[in-house]
Structure formats: C-alpha cells, structure tokens
DNA sequence: CCAAAATACGAGCCTTTGCTCACATATTGC
DNA sequence: GCAATATGTGAGCAAAGGCTCGTATTTTGG
C-alpha cells in the first residue's frame, strides 16, 4: 500500500450509471469491511462483491486507499451533521451536551463495526490536512456548550470529553450494548465531574 | 495473513544466542511497528531488521501472527504488574485508584506508538479465550476499589472507567502530552463523578 | 442514425510477502 | 575429537493483490 498524496476521484461520474457503480464500490467496501477487516479489503474482492470490473473500480478511484478515503469522509460528513444538528436549537448548556453526546452515540451505533473499522483504518491514510480541519470543525461545534461550563482550557476540555467519550461508547458498543440513553447516563456525570474540576 | 488456531514458538530456544535470536525478533518488529505500523510489518523485513534470516524466523515463530502474540503478551503482562503493584499495599480506595490510574498512563506512556500499534493489531488475532482471561484478570484488579466506592453495578463501572481512561489517555499521549500527573489529575474528576452517580 | 464520448470489462503483468527447504555452521556431551 | 543436536542461512516458491490496458458496450448530442 502506497502512501502517497490524496485520493479523489480519478474521473467524475457524468453518467447516472456511472454514479451507481461508484455507489455500489463504495457500499462494497464498506460491507467488506464490517465483515471482514481491513485485512480482507481488497481490490478485487471490492469489484466483485459490488458486481463490477476492476477495470471500473480504477476509472473512478486512483487506488485502494482512496476508497477508504470515500467512507471516511462520508463517516465524517454524517458526524459532523448530527453534531451540528445537536446544537442547533437554543437550549441550555446542559441540554447541548447530552444532545451531542447521543448524536456521538447514535452516529457509532448506525453500523458500529464499519465505525470502528474506520477509525482503525484513518491512521493509515495520509489524510492530514483534511483530518486537521476535520478536527477544527468538531472543536469549533464543541467549544461553545464547553465554554459555558466555565472551565480554565476549554479546548483542552472539549478534546478530553471527546476522547473519553470514544473510549466509553466505543467500549459499550462492542461489548453489545443498545441502550443509547443508557450510556449517556453513565457519561454525563463523568463529564460534569470533568467540567466541575476544571473550573478554578 | 491467516488466521489460525494460536501462535506459540515453534521450537523453544535452549541456548543463549537463540535466546538473543528471539529478542532480536521480537525487538525488531516492535520497531517496525512504531515507525510503520502493522502494514510495513512483514517477515521478511523483520529478519532484516533484526539482523537474522527469514529461516531463523521461521524456527521460532510459527507465523507473522506469532510474533505480534508475543508482543501482545508481553505488553499485557506488564500492564498487569504494573496494575498489581499499584494495589499491593494497604490505603484508602481513593489513593488505589490514583495508583491505578498512573500505572496505567505509565505503561502506555513507555512506547506510545508501540502500545497504540499494538491495540490496533490485537483484533486481528484470534487470541479469544487468552483475551478474555487477561480482561477477567483485569477486572479483578479494578474491582475492589471501584467497589469501595458502592457504585451499583462495580464490574460495570469498572469496564466503563477502563474504557474511559484508555480513550483520554490515549488522546493525551498522542497529543504528546507527557505529564502524566496532569492526565491523572483531569481523569480523577471524571471518574469520581462517574461513581458518585452510579451510587444509587 | 451515427460518431464521439462515457462507461464497462477482465485477462494478466508485476510486485509484495508469507513461508519452506536443502544446506552450512556452531555447540554440547561424551 | 566426534557425533548428535541446536542454530543459522537465504534463494526462491507459490499465492495474493494492486493496478493497467486493449477492447467491447452503452449513452449522448446533433
């Protein structure tokens, strides 16, 4: 697997056809995935499974990675929509973060192991800058709820309760608990404690 | 990669330079690993690095998942001692979980990379039954100071404060923080504030 | 209709990589 | 010293997998 620059699309489907073999590689990687690990993502195995050539694969993505690279931008994409859905509405402080934390809930447990998949397969891909802004992007939704706590280093705050956030959820998913509330009632008191103890 | 029954040495070493032998090994593809993750790991380089053959591999090793196995093993058996050490004396509950909790940031600390490498690759082995033992063992070590601590469900709380130390812990350490008393001291909150809660 | 453009195909090239095997060297016990 | 045993070597096999390229088919615009 070659590291090399960026991924996009190597031709843009013009053709509604076209569009749909796109979607189906990707929709075919993605199951591979769930299935099988990144161990078991392979090209020609992505072709079959979505019922197309190689050949086809490789006029729309210039290389393995950047299928991966689709997914993990679509991951992306849906997260950031429902973090931002989360805090749309005026609301307390309180009531935004337990919004987004059942929005961070709801978005692993859609199809929790292609999430987890994903996230094991980022730290492979040489994504850096996009990933930088991704990052920036999560802060900039976090900080304003965050802030309102009043802690001393609110982003050093948001970037804890995120990760311990991952850690928890990520942990009761696969131990094969449903129950989001459930886990959001476990969280948010950590959280507060968090936010409590960082506030001189 | 295949994914087979377990992993152990094929041939035990008897003298002192296949002792060497293995070491090598085992060292060299630790070093792969940091610098190049699991997907610049293969046999072939790891003789190479280690200054061996790819056949003086093969009499110790059974397969490439071998050798990560003995890494694993080795990286869990520290953290148990290191674990086991920070409850082996007589003190409050809250100062077993402070010990407990720097043990853990410590032993990640020691070779982040390599700890955060490994973690990723341990769900590509079929170390079942080894895993789950370690995570009882685990467990034990957790429970009687979270249990001190009345929450309703302590094998709960301990899985839940695991899982949330790992995910900040991690995070810090690749942010490259180093301070590990700082880790600690923001983790303590959370955690106490996850217990308070879960104490009916 | 028809030519040009877009799309699809898949045999197969070429590299990587896990692993073996026939052979060489070192160590040990007697 | 001399077997017997343990250890070390590395060319190279076989399989897997990333990717190309010449060709066939479909769609589109006029």
Chains 1, 2 share one sequence.
Not at 73 to 92: I, Y
Not at 94 to 114: E, S, V
């Amino acid at each position: 697997m070659t590291v090399e620059p960026i991924a996009n699309p190597r031709k843009t489907p013009r053709q509604a056809r076209a569009e749909a073999t796109v979607e189906a590689i990707e929709q075919a990687a993605a199951r591979i995935l769930v299935q099988g690990g990144i161990e078991a993502l392979n090209t020609n195995r992505i072709a079959e499974v979505a019922g197309v050539s190689v050949g086809s694969l490789y006029q729309y993505f210039p290389n393995k990675t950047a299928i991966m690279g689709a997914l993990i931008r679509r991951k992306r994409a849906r997260l950031l929509d429902g973090l931002r859905a989360a805090v749309a509405s005026d609301a307390p402080p309180n009531t935004h973060m337990r919004r987004l934390i059942l929005a961070f809930i709801h978005h692993q447990t859609g199809w929790p192991q292609l999430a987890q998949a994903l996230d094991r397969a980022e730290v492979f891909l040489p994504l850096d800058e996009e990933t930088r802004r991704f990052e920036a992007e999560i802060l900039s939704i976090l900080l304003p709820p965050v802030t309102a706590f009043g802690p001393d280093d609110p982003a050093l705050a948001a970037r804890d309760i995120m990760a311990l956030c991952r850690g928890m959820v990520e942990a009761a998913l696969l131990r094969g608990e449903t129950d989001a509330e459930a886990i959001c009632a476990r969280l948010l008191p950590a959280i507060t404690g968090y936010l409590k103890a960082s506030s001189a």
